[in-house]
């Protein structure tokens, strides 16, 4: 193994351990070093990126609703009890980071810097490319030739549709799983998107006083978090016992 290659694996490493702070925090000095694209009020772009990001949500709703597969690791290492290559697995590797990547690119687009966004996208690009070299790394020393043969079979990035629609209609959709696992990733990313929204908003000329675009976003704020905060009470009151 070259030096490089070990050192970008130990870089998934880090970042597998550590990306639940690193990436909001470079997500953060994004906004605060840059400013927004336009200074006029700019619809396309905040549709075009809130559509991205219900297509990441989607992919990651569709990959847990379907045949969920645990990557918080343990201790926040990278481990696996046993090798997924059902439901969306058995189209990409990586569905999971593909969806964290739209979503990441979609508040990018709303955002609206270009260049601001192409160093976002190339961080985030290559950050999980790392985060999955070392997975693979992991993966294929404990499944062997197992994992060798799934590889061969499915891409890394991109989707294998062939037999795709049947894995989506052939299969029980379980949402009680979607919103137990997933309402974190959910409130993190809405909460971004208000945030975004109203750096945005405040950066335009438009009649709206700033002191009224700052309640609109705090409502939301409160709305978003008293929903979490709901869906974790129901989540410990038993509520997703089922999953």
């Known amino acids: 193994m ?10 998934g490493n880090f970042l597998f351990r550590y990306r639940n702070y690193i990436f909001p925090l470079v997500l ?21 990126g809130i559509a991205v990001i219900l297509c990441g949500q989607i992919i990651r709703a569709a990959v847990i609703g379907l045949d969920y597969i645990k990557r918080g690791g343990i201790n ?14 058995a189209h990409c590797r990586n569905p999971l980071y593909v969806g964290n990547l739209l979503i990441l690119c ?11 966004g192409l160093a976002g ?6 950050s999980y490319s790392a985060i999955i070299m070392a997975e693979e790394y992991f993966l294929a020393a404990k499944f062997g030739g197992e994992y060798h043969d799934y590889c061969s079979r499915v891409p890394r990035w991109s989707f294998h549709l062939a037999g795709l629609y049947s894995t989506l209609t ?3 959709f379980n949402w ?35 002191p009224l675009i700052a309640v609109i976003s705090v409502i939301a704020v409160i709305v978003i978090l008293a ?3 709901s869906i974790k009470r129901l989540k410990k009151s038993g509520f997703f016992a089922d999953i």
């Open 28 to 48: 953060l000095a994004i906004v605060v070093v840059t400013t927004p694209g336009t200074t006029a009020p700019d619809i396309l772009s905040t549709l075009v």
């Open 227 to 229: 929903l979490s905060y």
């Open 2 to 11: 070259s030096a490089v290659r070990k050192l970008y694996i130990a870089y």
């Open 106 to 116: 979609g508040l990018l687009i709303v955002y609206g810097n270009l260049w601001a």
């Open 170 to 172: 052939g299969n029980r």
């Open 121 to 126: 996208v190339l961080f985030f690009y290559l």
């Open 176 to 210: 009680r799983r979607v919103v137990s696992k997933d309402y974190s990733t959910m409130t993190t990313w809405m909460i971004s998107l208000v945030l975004l929204l109203t750096v945005k908003e405040s950066n335009m000329h438009t009649n709206w006083p700033m």
């Open 76 to 89: 926040k290492q990278v481990a696996a009890e046993s090798l997924v290559v059902t439901g969306i697995f």
